[in-house]
């Protein structure tokens, strides 16, 4: 959705991954990132990444 501009949560790409809007916001401003490289762990991303 996001490459597609179809996200309306979507802020801001960055290098390694993307910002955007929580969908529900339990919290007022609660945003995530979301890794371009995806992993089932963060310690198996490599380090220079």
Known sequence: MIKNNKNPCYVKELETG???IGDY???KGYTL???KVHETELFNLNNEF
Do not use: E, G, I, P
């Open 18 to 20: 993307y910002v955007v």
């Open 25 to 27: 916001q339990l919290f």
């Open 33 to 35: 990132f979301l890794c």
